[in-house]
DNA sequence: GCCTAACAATAGGTGCACAA
DNA sequence: TTGTGCACCTATTGTTAGGC
């Protein structure tokens, strides 16, 4: 499992510190109508980013992964050990124990590769739980996010983002509500350090996150009714907006004889992913 | 302004009865 | 056999007040 964005509260302590420190530079807002400089400031540092919104509120967010190749690209491995080595080492360019922050926001998932390229599975993504996969258009490449209150689901095609020679799909779950991640034990990064909490993470991003998509099987689209009836239900069951607008009951059945159905016809790239979900995660 | 905690409201999943 | 509606429980979401 890789964790990659972070964000962290800052308190009146650190802002001090962060201010004063003569490697840090920052930058003020700047009003060229009024000429007054606005109270926050921004300071970029590598793919992370100090904003201090007062002097006694701010936070540090970004892609730990990402500082730890020098801010370029985050679609290599982070194991854990990286992840502590780069918190230390931040930790000394700042000034500040960050492993002691308070985390707000927090990013985690997984780089596995597939057999088919991701754009078609990507395209089959229907919905988790009962919200509906939004298209993110960024360049280059689509993600592919399901918006919850407190958390998102995300996945995308990390190969065609990188121009990569290789199907890489990334699933990623991104906690917009501190509430969310302290439900799994995280209050800190330096929680991360127990494998309880690692393993929760884990969980939340297999069970939780892609166990709960729907996902259109590719193998749906080739795929040669017997009779009449399976004609209408695959049609139905290939449409997304079937889905999207069947009342939750009529959904829930659906879903059921569909997993059904997917089970006894042979497709299965939504469990090859989870397969492939869980080998990665077990031996980084 | 930005965020959290607590609470109420709403939505999802499941089992069951039952209709077409 | 396929499909729908209902009741129940639980998880998620929205709202409000309040902290810093």
Redesign the pocket.
């Known amino acids: 499992m890789m964790l990659c964005g972070v964000k962290f509260r800052l308190d009146y302590l650190e802002i001090g510190k962060l201010l004063s420190n003569p490697n840090l530079e920052f930058k003020s807002e700047f009003s060229r109508q009024t000429g007054e400089i606005g109270q926050s400031s921004i300071c970029n540092y590598n793919g992370m980013t100090i904003h201090i919104?007062s002097s006694?509120?701010g936070?540090l967010k970004g892609s730990l992964h990402k500082f730890k190749n020098e801010g370029k690209h985050n679609y290599d491995d982070f194991t854990w050990d990286e992840v502590f080595l780069v918190v230390d080492e931040l930790s000394d360019t700042f000034g500040i124990k960050i492993r002691d922050l308070p985390l707000?926001n927090l990013e985690w998932g997984i780089n596995v590769e597939t057999k088919i390229p991701p754009k078609q599975i990507l395209s089959g993504l229907v919905m988790h739980?009962?919200?509906r996969f939004d298209k993110m258009y960024v360049n280059p490449g689509t993600h592919y996010v399901c918006s919850?209150?407190?958390f998102r689901v995300k996945a995308y095609d990390k190969g065609v983002q990188n121009c990569l020679a290789k199907n890489l799909l990334r699933i990623e779950i991104s906690a917009n509500?501190?509430?969310f991640i302290n439900k799994l034990g995280v209050y800190k990064i330096g929680d991360l350090k127990r494998p309880e909490a690692r393993l929760k993470l884990q969980n939340a991003l297999l069970y939780?996150g892609w166990a709960n998509t729907l996902l259109i099987d590719p193998g749906l689209i080739g795929y040669n009714p017997s009779n009449q009836?399976e004609i209408?239900?695959i049609s139905r069951w290939s449409n997304p907006n079937f889905w999207i607008n069947a009342?939750?009951?009529?959904?829930?059945?659906h879903k059921?004889?569909y997993d059904r159905f997917i089970n006894e016809a042979g497709f299965n790239v939504k469990q090859a992913i989870f397969e492939a979900m869980m080998k990665k995660l077990w031996s980084i």
């Open positions: 919104k006694g509120f936070y707000i739980h009962g919200c919850h209150s407190q509500r501190s509430k939780g009836d209408i239900r009342s939750k009951q009529v959904r829930s059945y059921r004889v």
